[in-house]
């Protein structure tokens, strides 16, 4: 018994690698891609420890200290009322790399089971799912999210729902193309000949083969997202000034380009690092896993 | 190709009625009473039921929804809540800024991608295609307000050879037109590269290297003219991301134009302004859709036919 165990993992180690693996090993070439994902999982632990590494109290006022330059002190400056730009951005990190995370996933799940639903039923449900998400897609995203946030109101929360529902149709679009070639696959026809039922079929059996494309379409969408909220934040419709949203940071700081242009240098960078991280992180993920969507 | 042309405007029929309800609907959506919105804080009720019959919100949703439609296919879509002007009015002397200032960004995005894109096609995996590619992957992820402030603190406030913001001169343009195409000539930059790259391998390209066609005639000639088909199609879409991107960039620089407008009536809760807006976004977006198809079916003999 613990003999043919023991054969059986040798065997599938050496000679069949499993997908994982496969994907492990393409990934693990790409330099550029790796370098991206330990970046954004520093970041993201940064963020998570921000309450106990950031040097200052992200909201404390000290108008002794007032739009200094970068120092031994505060590594960042100070903005107009004195607040730490470095502690602000740590706890800012919170907040963008929730917001990107929060929309994406929420508008991820709901496409992708509109895409699952549309690509499966096929017929009239299909061309209703697909209509709704032409008219979505004709939108501009960034147009769609100030048309929900009127309605909402401005607010990071409101923000959220809005660049969440501008993810959906691309997701549906993505999974339902998947989804299409996948229901005539062999094994697909096998489970519905020994009578697994539709719903069983598309989570257990589809949902699984399009997932690779999901991700990659993920770590782009989080990257763009990250910009979307960062925008609306920065013309006034997303996070609220005390806030230290990046986005907001540099709104609150335009007024004072040229006497101190560090308060939106550094939260400008921070944006632009991090949508950079995951847009090469989304490049590495795609050669690695599917190529076919180059 | 006229019927090609007839199907696809019928195409864009329900498509258009579907946004007109959803910014029909958008006023209703709202929470609180549209009369109550337009007659303002201090109105007593009589002055609401009085806004409410002028404005037909009595009448069943229907009724109002035929209004609205006859209404905005003439143009004509109410008073601005904020500055009590009529919208059109509004909206009328906003357009040409946005528009100028889009079609300069589009056009020296698009020459700059192209540009960027052949080169680093054309000497693929060289230092020429890594700093193209470099500059390519920043410029997509390089936010558009941070790079207008940036360019504000370098070229007004330390060098004094641009104005910060307004309207009027050429100089007005540069850092505006910098700002809003950036995203764009870096997805054109990217885009062209691989179109080129698939467009290279072709046996009508080797062919014509092989008979000693000059390496420049087989660049621009053989490979860019088929390589522009999928670039036209990208043109296309990069002007709905225009679009949008004029609401942040006209927010930095102060322009004139319709995305700030947009922004000030969402800041005013100027209701009648912002339904105007979107439903003329969406078609503006759905015109240039249609023209690039159009241009794309032009272009390619095999959608016209299928």
Redesign the interface.
Known sequence: MTTTDATAVAVSHEAVRSPLREFWRKFRRNRTAMAAGVCLLALALTAAAAPWIAPFDPAAFDYDRILEGPSADHWAGTDAYGRDIFSRILWGARISLSVGLLSVLLGGVAGVALGLIAGFRGGLIDSLIMRVCDVLLAFPGILLAIGIVAILGPGIENVIYAVAIFSVPVFARLVRGSTLSLKRAVYVDAARAIGVRDRLLMVRHILPGTLPSVIVYVSMRIGTSILTAASLSFIGLGAQPPSPEWGAMLADGRSYIGVASHVTFYPGLAIFLTVLAFNLLGDGLRDALDPKLR | MLKYLVGRLAGIL??LL??SV?VFG?VH??PGDPARLVAGPDATQQDVELVRQDLGLDQPLWVQYGRFLGNAVQGEFGRSMKSKRPVSQEIGERFLPTLYLTIVAMVWATLAGLLIGVASATKRGRWQDHVGMIVA??G???????LG??M??LF???LGWLPTSGYGTWQHYVMPSLTLGLGVAAVMARFTR?AFIEIAREDYVRTARAKGVPARLVVWKHTLRNALIPIITMVGLQF??L???S??VE??FSWPGLGRL??DS??Y?D?TV?QAE?LL??LE??II?LLVDVLYAFANPEIRYS
Do not use: E, M
């Open positions: 329900p498509v579907v946004i959803f958008f959506l709202l992957v920043s997509i992820a390089f936010p558009s307000f941070w402030l940036l504000i603190d007004s406030v330390k691989s709905g991301f679009l949008g991107g609401i942040v927010t930095v947009l922004v969402v800041n809760r209701y912002i979107i976004f969406s977006f759905i859709n």
